[in-house]
């Protein structure tokens, strides 16, 4: 259902005007003159992480990538010193303003961090949302029964249990105590081990449809895939259906062979609503940022065919 695109992978730190180690797992939105934006993870050879801004005009070659990070490791700041991986990025109507959720990394843990800006060159504001350990955090761009609905892993709260939640909030820096909503699946199943939240969810007439990645632990080691959700529209904290078999998993050699091997690991999506297709950017085996792209049609045909499971 997923086609790799044939210019994969698209970002490599061949493509950066400074050195680094890896750049991979992208948030990706359309600005309003159609210019693709990724918020690219890029590892240094310190081995710290920061979120740079990477545009192309068409959201598949002739990437520019900004060497200043937008967001990178503080070390005044104890829940951050190590830096930010993995960010999603919404456009909020309601606040005018994009909000970029990600994963702080300092002394106390993995954190959810909550950000927002207007142009991708500074950052308006930026906090903890949820405190170590949590993270793959998602927001939805619109508020749902009066609420802002986040979809997030708090290993912490779970006990241990690496499964997506979801929690509310009125004003986007309270947050309550998180829900469950998508489990892993026991026994061999591809996502038994860990499961966690992929680009923000995808509003349809049918749904939302949420993409997720899930782990398998083999013993060569974790095998990291994509599957998918359907969530009601209204009400999205009822799961309608879930794909039993994953929908990407890493085959060429640029996903089985990096700094983390077997590894696709979805970050961002658009939703390109004149030819109703949807392109995922993702990170392959933990060193360079790939795309794939699918029928939105085919992929909810896929959905509503599917089991809660």
């Given amino acids: 259902m997923f086609l790799r695109s044939e210019h994969n992978p698209i970002l490599t730190v061949d493509s950066l005007t400074f050195p680094a180690n890896s750049v991979f797992n992208p948030g990706a939105t359309v600005l309003q003159d159609g210019t693709t934006l990724l ?39 104890t829940w951050c010193e190590w830096g930010f991986e993995d960010a999603r990025v ?34 308006d504001s930026g906090r903890v949302a949820m405190p170590p350990e949590d993270k793959n955090a998602a927001l939805f761009p619109r508020r749902i029964d009066g609420d802002w609905l986040l979809l997030h892993r708090p290993v912490s709260v779970a006990r241990g249990a690496a499964d997506i939640w979801l929690s509310r909030s009125d004003d986007l820096e309270s947050w309550r105590m998180p829900e469950q909503l998508i489990t892993r699946r026991p026994g061999g199943w591809w996502d038994a081990a860990r499961i966690g939240i992929g680009p923000p969810p995808i509003e349809t007439t049918e749904g939302w449809i949420i993409l997720c990645h899930g782990v398998r632990q083999t013993m060569s080691g974790a095998i990291y895939r994509m599957g998918a959700v359907l969530v ?15 929908l990407l998993s890493p ?4 996903e089985r062979i990096g700094d983390v091997g077997n590894v696709v690991f979805p970050c961002g999506a658009v939703h390109h609503l004149e030819k ?15 795309l794939a792209t699918a029928s939105v049609p085919d992929l909810l045909d896929v959905l509503l065919k599917g089991a809660v499971v």
């Fill in 251 to 254: 085959t060429a050699p640029y």
């Fill in 276 to 290: 109703n297709e949807l392109y995922v950017y993702y990170g392959a085996a933990d060193t360079t940022v790939c």
């Fill in 39 to 77: 918020l690219v993870r890029v590892e240094d050879r310190r081995g710290l992480s920061a979120i740079h801004v990477a545009t192309s005009t068409n959201g598949v070659t002739d990437w520019t990538v900004d060497e200043t990070p937008l967001l990178g490791p503080d070390p005044n700041h």
């Fill in 90 to 123: 919404s456009w909020v109507d309601e606040i005018d303003r994009y909000v970029i959720t990600c994963t702080a990394y300092g002394e106390p843990g993995p954190c959810v961090y909550l950000a927002t800006t207007t142009d991708f060159t500074s950052i």
């Fill in 232 to 246: 009601d529209l209204e009400q999205p904290w009822i799961v309608r259906n879930r794909c039993e078999e994953w």
